[in-house]
């Protein structure tokens, strides 16, 4: 079997079993388990992504459907409530790729961060702020502020970029 097919289904595996939800990280674990060399070849994350869908197609049963629904369902009305932010619904929940860890990832564009907290606080949506890392197209990387809350059952991560970024790779 070729090693980069190896490592992404056992990357895969790591993702949905162990709930990790780095792909990096998870590419690295299945290197360590599968007694390769750390300078292997490794897939891309699309590689890894299919993996983890084909894992879930097999073994995630109703289970898996049910959590792929009600996460695509949040993203649906949290994108409604931020609809004045121009949201972007980003990440796993999109391609399907998900596991019971994952939460929504949005992305909204606003004159100042600032302001999605002040929406959320109006709101009455208890919301945790962070930062998280970007890494663009152009090789360039960013902090970036980010509310987290929960909708129900589901984790909701928004990332708030600056309204002149909306159109940035």
């Known amino acids: 079997m070729n090693s980069r097919l190896e490592i992404a289904q056992e990357a895969a595996r790591i993702v949905c079993e162990e709930q990790l939800t780095d792909y990096r ?10 007694g390769l060399h750390k300078k292997s070849t490794m897939p891309d994350n699309a590689q890894v992504q299919q993996a983890v869908l084909d894992y879930q197609r097999l073994f995630g ?12 369902e949040t993203a649906v009305q949290a994108m409604q409530l931020l609809a ?3 949201p972007r619904m980003v990440g796993a929940s999109i391609s399907g790729a998900v596991t019971q860890a ?49 909708a129900g059952d589901v984790g909701v991560d928004v990332a708030a970029f600056a309204q002149e970024e909306i159109n940035k790779p």
């Open 25 to 34: 990280a998870a590419k690295q674990k299945a290197c360590e388990r599968l």
């Open 61 to 72: 049963g109703r289970q898996y459907l049910e959590h792929l629904r009600l996460m695509r």
């Open 84 to 86: 004045d932010f121009q």
């Open 102 to 150: 994952h939460r929504v990832q949005l992305h909204v564009f606003c004159e100042k961060a600032e302001a999605l907290d002040i929406f959320l606080h109006d709101c009455k949506i208890p919301f945790e702020q962070g930062e998280r890392s970007y890494h663009y197209s152009d090789g360039s990387e960013a902090q970036v502020p980010l509310a987290c809350f929960n």
